[in-house]
């Protein structure tokens, strides 16, 4: 097999990078990517980074906007909520079989990510918090060791995490030590596949109900001062 060219190599980390700005939120609905902007940001030509997008493009991360730009979509109601069923059916399953697995240098390391997400969540860090949320649940599913598993809920990630920016608005719904993340890690260490899968789905559904609920002035970038239970 041929080794892969650089402009496929720098193509292939382009790639990476977008995807992992997206399932962290770094962009919004509605936000227009511009191929040039992006190719300055990394360094690059615009090749890779044309590559790059009409990837995330067939994937349904992205939509064409013109033949120099792409944007964030703005999901309906139904889409969202659509994704968000599926990623409690799937991240359930995976979250059971990582209590197969896990050991307890596992569930300390998620531990550890969810006490800096609650860190930064109490600072008012949103950018740490999302990507701490996001390495919690990317975190599960590497213990799961289910690759086939995980790449569908990774493209669940890229079409959602846009929206997950409103997380950020959303306050504590319970007391820190009450999130469900905790009850995972604690199914993972009794190696108790139920009370994780419970717990990562109740996490999902309760955030997404909050979220539907707000979600016409997440779509257009118009946070509102918090969210909450009672809105």
Known sequence: MDAPTSTESISGKAYQRLRRDLMRSRFRPGDKLKLRDLAAELGTSSTPVRDAL??????G????????SVRVPVLSDARFREIAELRAELEGKAAARAAERATEADADQLAAIHA????ARLAGDSAVMLEAN?????GLCAIAAMPVL?????GLWLQCG??????????FLHHP??????DV????????GALARLAVQRDISVYAEVLLRRLPEINLGALPPALDAAD
């Open 54 to 59: 009409a990837r995330l493009v067939s994937e």
């Open 61 to 68: 991360a992205l939509e064409q906007y013109d033949h120099r």
């Open 116 to 119: 800096r997400m609650t860190a």
């Open 134 to 138: 996001e390495a919690f649940h990317m």
């Open 150 to 154: 995980t790449r569908i809920i990774e």
């Open 162 to 171: 846009p929206l997950h920016a409103g997380l950020s608005r959303v306050r």
């Open 177 to 182: 030590d009450l999130h469900p993340h905790n």
């Open 185 to 192: 890690i604690r199914g993972l260490r009794r190696r108790d």
